[in-house]
């Protein structure tokens, strides 16, 4: 007997795959949280060193954008979390689990962003302009090889 609620897509899959795919998105969830909250955090101090105020006004620019999307980036990866802890008694699993599979594809994204980022503001500090587009656009190429490209390939065959 189905005692999803009503509207819910919970009925259509077997419960366990349902948990199954909860948890295996909450473990793959907490792998990139701390690498972001560790990101994050290490950007949190960067204001507060001697050399802040030698950045170029540009730069300082940059450095606050890519803290904002540092912070957002915690903010996806966090929100299933949230989900779960206020919508796991209600029948909503699968909602959640979408919901989850969002959040962890845009936490990636913005994973890959902050990482290109940082390369080119630093590499801008220490080489200039040209050689921190060329680092940054390298790290944001291999990022999509590596995260979208070969998943992409071994999915067509």
Do not use: K
Request: with cysteine; charged share 15%.
């Amino acid at each position: 007997m189905n005692t999803a609620p009503v509207g819910t897509q919970e009925g259509r899959r077997p419960p366990q795959q349902i948990t199954r795919n909860l948890n295996e998105l909450l473990q793959e969830l907490r792998v990139m949280q701390t690498g972001v909250q560790i990101l994050t955090g290490f950007l949190l101090t960067v204001p507060f060193t001697d050399r802040f105020g030698d950045l170029t006004e540009n730069q300082q620019r940059l450095y606050l954008g890519i803290l904002v999307t540092a912070v957002l980036t915690t903010l996806v990866i966090v929100a299933p979390v949230c989900y779960h802890r206020l919508l796991f008694r209600q029948g909503r699993r699968d909602w959640i689990v979408a919901a989850a599979q969002r959040c962890a594809l845009a936490g990636l994204v913005g994973l890959a962003a902050v990482s290109a980022a940082v390369v080119l503001l630093v590499f801008d500090v220490v080489l200039g302009t040209r050689a921190a587009l060329i680092a940054a656009a390298a790290v944001a190429l291999a990022f999509t090889l590596m995260w979208a490209a070969v998943p992409w390939r071994g999915r067509t065959r």
